[in-house]
């Protein structure tokens, strides 16, 4: 495969098929149902704690406001309790492991030598970041599957770094990190 289209293959398996699917209150007129979905907003996510960033735009179809509090509450109150998958979670690990092996490898060679040959194992760092993607790749394959035999994984936003999905065919919770 070549380049171009390697990087299109990736682009494709990290594409987040973006939508809302629950229902929501609103706190302004009382609606509850689903609320209307104008597409989605790109943004940064707040990427520390559990902090929810939704990048719908969520209007409440009574009265027309915007349900982005009410929707970052709702994502909250299902995903807080999801826990990241053992697969995920594996991959995480290996990849803090290696570059933290790396890091010691390198301060081991620097207290037994004394000179600058220590810094070796750092550039391994190097080629370690171009692994990021064949990570990100691995965990996004998580989404390929579900227990319904029929995924359909909508993105619903972000729980401080992790991923909130939702299987649309039988409304399976999902919650990644990459
Ligand atoms: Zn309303
Ligand atoms: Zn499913």
Partial sequence: MKLKERAADYRKAMELNHGWEVELECTACGYRGLPDYKGWTPGYPMSFGSTPTIFADLECPACGRDLET????????????????????????????????????SAVILVL?????????LFFLIPMLAFIPVFNRRIAALRQRCDCGDPDYVFMGMLGRAYCFRCSSCGKLLKLRD
């Fill in 113 to 121: 030598t004394g000179n600058a040959l220590g810094v070796i194992p």
């Fill in 70 to 105: 009410e929707a970052g509450a709702k994502l909250g109150e299902l995903f807080s309790p999801v826990e990241i998958p053992r697969a995920n979670r594996r991959l995480l690990a290996l990849f803090i492991l290696l570059s933290a092996a790396l890091v010691a490898a």
